[in-house]
């Protein structure tokens, strides 16, 4: 193949994997792909206690000044082109100016979704409502035949959003965070299973995955 012919590969590939992604909605967010300009947000929202204790401790700490750039430009989007991760800012569908948290797919083995909220908008069900549809993106979009989590087993709101959501627990170790080294649990659940926990018909969660 010529040099021109795989410079246009590359192209193609780039382009079809931000294709993939789009933006979408459930009952009350808006899902945006993640864009450079995300940034400054991130950088607002995203260096609290609160939020990053039990986050891997490859997250600098304390959180640097470009932080937030540097995670948009020379991490995430670079993989989104690459299709090995796919990254929305989270919105109010009522605020649809304001991003106010992040939610990732990933490729691997281990840990296949990450996701944090900004403090004021904790605890009202919309990180389960926001897994809930990237459930089903992985799923039926992406097609892929299983999800797995890790998070540390003192992460109560990350904890409980596998629980209810149908995940299994199949096992536990010990993972390096930001707050030190920590008891951690591994989540799964395969296509079967979410199609399942789904059709249910009785938790509210599902209003993320119409
Ligand atoms: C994890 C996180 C995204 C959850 O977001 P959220 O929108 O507040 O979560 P939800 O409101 O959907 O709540 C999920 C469940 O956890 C429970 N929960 C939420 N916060 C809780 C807390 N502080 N203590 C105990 N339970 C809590 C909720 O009651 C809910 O369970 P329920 O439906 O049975 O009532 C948010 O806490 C966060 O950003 N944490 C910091 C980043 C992080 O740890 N990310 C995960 C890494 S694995």
Known sequence: ???TAILADSWITRWYN???MRECTTERLLLRPLEIDDAARIQQ???HWEIVR???????WPYPPDG???FCRDVALPKMERGEEWHWTLRLRSVPEQMIGHLNLMKGEEDNRGLW??????GQGLMSEACAWANDFWFETLGFPVLRVTKAAANIASRRISEKQGMRLIGTMERDYISGRLPTEAWEITAEEWRAWKNRGDDPDRRGSG
């Open 117 to 122: 909220l900004g403090l004021p908008w904790q």
């Open 54 to 60: 039990y986050l891997p401790n490859q997250v600098s």
């Open 18 to 20: 931000l294709l993939m």
């Open 45 to 47: 929202h995203f260096p």
């Open 1 to 3: 193949m010529g040099h």
């Open 68 to 70: 937030a750039l540097h």
